[in-house]
């Protein structure tokens, strides 16, 4: 009797295949002949992204990742985060590992052992990790009642994963072990050790620091960048989480249901307030600073953050004057091209820098200039009308992607400039061992926004959204160190209330185009996460910029 089988696309090749009813994908892999350097780690299956455990029992469309895609990538890093927390608990019986901070291109892990950490401990946790690696421990998927799986983790003293699958209201759970060491992730793995060929540990600060491969040159790691600043606003808002007992996504249902929303709400409203009031005050005591630059990426929050800084500057008793560097674009003539030909408006070099250096000096001398006004349905420069002379209580306030760059105001003396630098750097994690990314944060609110205020679609977004990381990477995030202050203006309780209006959208992303595979992560990940009505949002929040309703003008 013949095996029945079922017909596989494989979208890598454009080749049809038949395969045996049940079977893997890694085993489907292995049928299609391809040879991915770096993978297969993951694959798209009808546009949704499967770990290559998942098996098909009908008709599907398979393109399998490597380790230079997005999901490829993420499977690669919770796996490494999986050996790593394996190896640290048979080091250590009684530790705790919470995977905490993306920072200096790798990952913060905060490692609880009793004691500080040494170098020793650094290079034991490291040797071990190589060893699991190297035995080619294959990684078992399980899928167990979530009542099962609560009742196991319970007995592991997790109280984080625990807290996560009691407030997740789900019957079922999926879980993986390594050689009976269990652990959970909300999204796939690898499924065998082996395939874990590169990675770091370093001694970091009072942790440790686990680097990856880079996605653009995946036979080294990372560079390693020093982001010092960074860290240093991530441990801050730790220190309040811990004030809150608000650590984990299980930490913040449980603070929903429990009815206490609008005093969560009202304190992360107050202690950002308060973080802008003591950037005001440094900018007021630096007696010779002419201007402020604020800077950050996609959907950080910049504007908002302008508007509200300048507020507390005239508290201050100083007179904040807004400047618009889209006002400094050049001719489009004169613009710069990217490697596709187009218009490459990211770039710092699409700016008249030799005009706005020019006019901020003469602004800084007691002169009177005349501002330009960019005219975008000619894409010409033109004069604006609008002429301006520095009073003795007044600085200029500027906000724009470039605006930590040296180069933008290479005329200007560093005494007279403040610089900040906002984004939103998510410190709630789901749960100890699944941190969750900034940028689906940013990524969230800019698909909100693009909707509402732009009548672009989630789709859409989600398709550009690629092109805007690969710009903030070469324009922003290399320059954020330069910041006088740093400013995060993710909220504790933002993933609750912008659920409500991310949801809908993100479930009109059609099943059969690629960003369908992004929204249904998204969509699987905002499950976990019990909404807030975003009614108890006062107007003046910073997140009123992407739901709507702000009582600033925009």
């Known amino acids: 009797?013949?095996?029945?089988?079922?017909?596989?696309?494989?979208?890598?090749?454009?080749?049809?295949?038949?395969?045996?009813?049940?079977?893997?994908?890694?085993?489907?892999?292995?049928?299609?002949?391809?040879?991915?350097?770096?993978?297969p780690l993951s694959a798209h299956v009808n546009n949704k992204v499967e770990g290559m455990h998942f098996r098909v029992y009908n008709q599907k469309e398979v393109e399998f990742l490597d380790i230079t895609s997005s999901s490829g990538s993420r499977a690669y890093t919770r796996t490494l985060f999986f050996v790593l927390c394996k190896a640290a608990h048979e080091l250590f019986t009684k530790c705790k590992v919470a995977i905490d901070i993306p920072v200096s291109n790798g990952y913060y892990v905060n490692l609880n052992i009793g004691r500080p950490i040494?170098?020793?401990?650094?290079?034991?946790?490291?040797?071990?990790?190589?060893e699991i690696i190297d035995a080619a421990m294959p990684i078992h998927r399980h899928e167990t009642t979530t009542e099962e799986a609560i009742r196991m983790f319970e007995e592991l003293h997790n109280r984080s994963k625990v807290k996560l699958l009691k407030s997740a209201g789900r019957l079922y759970t999926t879980y993986y072990d390594i050689d009976g060491y269990v652990d959970y992730y909300y999204g796939?793995?690898?499924?065998?050790?082996?395939?874990?060929?590169?990675?770091?540990?370093?001694?970091?600060?009072?942790?440790?620091?686990?680097?990856?491969?880079?996605?653009?040159?995946?036979?080294?790691?990372?560079?390693?960048?020093?982001?010092?600043?960074?860290?240093?606003?991530?441990?801050?808002?730790?220190?309040?989480?811990?004030?809150?007992?608000?650590?984990?996504?299980?930490?913040?249902?449980?603070?929903?249901?429990?009815?206490?929303?609008?005093?969560?709400?009202?304190?992360?409203?107050?202690?950002?307030?308060?973080?802008?009031?003591?950037?005001?005050?440094?900018?007021?005591?630096?007696?010779?600073?002419?201007?402020?630059?604020?800077?950050?990426?996609?959907?950080?929050?910049k504007t908002t953050t302008c508007k509200r800084l300048s507020i507390q500057?005239?508290?201050?008793?100083?007179?904040?004057?807004?400047?618009?560097?889209?006002?400094?674009?050049?001719?489009?003539?004169?613009?710069?091209?990217?490697?596709?030909?187009?218009?490459d408006f990211e770039n710092l070099h699409a700016l008249n820098l030799p005009l706005l250096n020019e006019q901020l000096t003469a602004l800084f001398k007691g002169e009177e200039v005349e501002l330009p006004r960019y005219d975008f349905p000619t894409g010409t420069s033109?004069?604006?009308?609008?002429?301006?002379?520095?009073?003795?209580?007044?600085?200029?306030?500027?906000?724009?992607?470039?605006a930590l760059n040296p180069e933008l105001t290479s005329e200007i003396p560093n005494e007279q400039i403040f610089r900040v630098y906002a984004s939103?750097?998510?410190?709630?994690?789901?749960?100890?061992?699944?941190?969750?990314?900034?940028?689906?944060?940013?990524?969230?609110?800019?698909?909100i926004r693009d909707h509402k205020y732009r009548a672009v679609s989630a789709q859409e977004t989600i398709r550009r959204w690629p092109s805007v990381r690969a710009g903030e990477?070469?324009?922003?995030?290399?320059?954020?160190?330069?910041?006088?202050?740093?400013?995060?203006?993710a909220m504790l309780f933002e993933l609750a209330t912008i659920k409500s209006q991310a949801v809908p959208l993100l479930e009109q992303v059609p099943e059969n185009c690629p960003e369908y595979a992004e929204a249904y992560r998204l969509l699987k990940f905002l499950r976990y996460i019990k909404p807030i009505p975003e009614t108890q949002i006062p107007p003046t929040s910073l997140l009123r910029e992407f739901l709507g309703g702000s009582s600033f003008t925009y």
């Open 1 to 39: 009797m013949m095996e029945n089988k079922v017909k596989i696309f494989c979208r890598n090749n454009g080749q049809t295949i038949e395969v045996p009813i049940g079977a893997t994908l890694e085993e489907i892999y292995q049928q299609t002949g391809l040879q991915l350097a770096h993978g």
């Open 118 to 130: 040494t170098l020793d401990d650094v290079g034991a946790i490291r040797r071990h990790m190589k």
């Open 188 to 301: 796939a793995l690898l499924t065998n050790t082996s395939q874990l060929y590169l990675f770091g540990l370093e001694k970091y600060f009072d942790g440790l620091l686990l680097r990856l491969p880079s996605r653009e040159h995946p036979e080294e790691l990372g560079e390693m960048t020093h982001q010092d600043k960074m860290f240093s606003i991530f441990k801050e808002h730790h220190q309040w989480q811990d004030i809150l007992g608000l650590r984990t996504i299980g930490d913040l249902n449980d603070v929903i249901e429990k009815g206490y929303s609008s005093l969560l709400i009202q304190i992360s409203e107050a202690l950002q307030e308060k973080k802008i009031a003591r950037i005001a005050d440094e900018i007021a005591q630096r007696k010779s600073t002419r201007l402020v630059l604020i800077a950050g990426p996609s959907s950080s929050g």
């Open 313 to 343: 500057l005239a508290v201050n008793g100083i007179k904040p004057i807004p400047i618009s560097l889209d006002d400094y674009f050049l001719d489009r003539d004169k613009t710069p091209l990217d490697e596709k030909g187009d218009f």
């Open 382 to 402: 033109q004069k604006s009308g609008r002429r301006l002379r520095l009073g003795e209580k007044e600085i200029l306030v500027v906000e724009g992607i470039h």
């Open 424 to 447: 939103a750097l998510t410190t709630i994690l789901l749960d100890n061992h699944n941190y969750i990314p900034t940028t689906d944060n940013r990524l969230l609110r800019r698909i």
């Open 473 to 489: 990477n070469k324009w922003i995030f290399p320059f954020q160190e330069n910041a006088d202050a740093m400013f995060n203006t």
